[in-house]
């Protein structure tokens, strides 16, 4: 039988958090980055956020979705962790007034 050996990567350098205004049309939050080991994003506001990988997300075709929270900023929205992905992460709003934080390790 073959043996696999499976080596966690780890990081002591993470980016500043950033808290960003997230609107009704996709832009880029998290450039490409071929040294990323981890990224994380929270949706500190009342309104859905969506999440396209190296995609334009839209409110109806996406691959990530992130639960609004009860009150902004209370850390009750959506989470969504990722330890694989290097690419481009876009991000669009359910309405005009959604807000983001989001950083990454390397």
């Not at 009342?46 to 334009?56: Q, S």
Request: proline share 6%; charged share 5%.
């Amino acid at each position: 039988a073959a043996t696999v050996t499976a080596a966690r990567e780890q990081s002591a350098v993470a980016s500043a958090p950033t808290v960003a205004n997230v609107g009704i049309f996709a832009s880029p939050a998290v450039a490409p980055n071929p040294s990323r080991k981890s990224m994380w994003f929270q949706n500190v506001s009342t309104t859905a956020i969506y999440l396209g990988l190296g995609a334009t997300p839209s409110a109806t075709l996406y691959h990530l979705v992130l639960a609004s929270g009860t009150q902004p900023h209370n850390g009750t929205g959506g989470v969504y962790f990722d330890s694989e992905w290097l690419g481009q992460v876009n991000v669009i709003s359910g309405a005009a007034t959604g807000t983001l934080c989001y950083g990454e390790t390397t």
